[in-house]
């Protein structure tokens, strides 16, 4: 499974949480310690937010250790909110469309998981995506497919009832008709000012996801960046992060009467 990173608050340069940490998301593209996957390897990238209402976007194939360019990028890009992430792929090619995050307008949107027999389901999630976003769809993903479909519930309006509503959508393809697939959505969502980070799972363990408040800032982790971990606070299954602009950072519950989880 993948590993990432989301921060909000003060202008940082990158490089505090992607490659200076002693487990720092590079080393977790090497050694993740709480992954299925222990290696992340299959590309990289990361997205933030400067003086333009878009983000900005790099993305690469190649694994995030073996790239020269990344520690430049991160020591000199700062932002005041960005998301990165290593990718292990879950059956989808290695291509650059197929790195997260995924960009659509202002928003960002990267995960951890999968939708389980995605080759026999594809065709029905890809159709909760309507027309108005569907020419955004560039790569072959199960995880971009579901921003999209996010975007189109609503999510720019709503982005945490949006994802409810997605989810609820993709927990009944995935238990219902026959069908008995694992179901993991571990994900980071913003659109520039607020953040937004989701641990659920149907037909399986959620996949981990901490978080730390210092100071007004945030920074949402797949696992923690040093050994220090009485400083993370993990996020119980079945819960949102809702860190928007000028407020406190809140922790709620979303889908608890449609997850059918090992908990």
């Known amino acids: 499974m993948c590993r990432w990173i989301a921060y909000r608050g003060e202008t940082i340069p990158l490089e505090q949480y992607v490659t200076a940490p002693a487990h720092s998301l590079v080393v977790q593209s090497q050694r993740a310690l709480e992954s299925t996957a222990a290696t992340n390897g299959d590309g990289f ?28 990028l991160c020591r000199h890009i700062q932002s005041h909110l960005y998301f990165a992430h290593v990718r292990a792929s879950t059956g989808t090619p290695i291509t650059r469309p197929n790195c997260h995050p995924f960009a659509c307008g202002r ?16 065709r029905r999630v890809e159709a909760l995506i309507p027309d108005e976003f569907y020419g955004s769809r560039i790569g072959t ?3 971009e497919a579901v921003f999209l479909a996010i975007l189109g519930a609503g999510g720019d309006k709503d982005p945490v009832g949006a994802t409810e509503r997605v989810l609820a ?28 980070a ?62 059918v989880a090992a908990e």
């Open 45 to 72: 990238g990361m997205g933030w937010y400067s003086e333009h209402p878009e983000p900005g976007l790099y993305r690469e194939v190649r694994p995030a250790w073996s790239d020269e360019n990344l520690r430049y």
């Open 107 to 122: 928003w960002l949107f990267m995960h951890n998981g999968m939708i389980g027999n995605w080759g026999r389901l594809r």
């Open 141 to 143: 993903t199960d995880s």
């Open 169 to 196: 959508a993709l927990t009944k393809m995935v238990s219902t008709g026959g069908y008995h697939e694992p179901l993991r959505f571990t994900a980071a969502l913003t659109n520039g000012h607020d953040l937004y």
């Open 198 to 259: 989701f641990r659920y799972a149907a037909n399986d363990n959620a996949n981990s996801l901490y978080y730390r408040v210092s100071a007004g800032n945030v920074v949402i982790v797949s696992e923690p960046l040093d050994a220090e971990r009485t400083h993370w606070n993990p996020v119980p299954p079945g819960q949102a992060i809702v860190a928007r602009e000028g407020e406190r950072v809140a922790i709620q519950p979303i889908l608890a009467e449609h997850r």
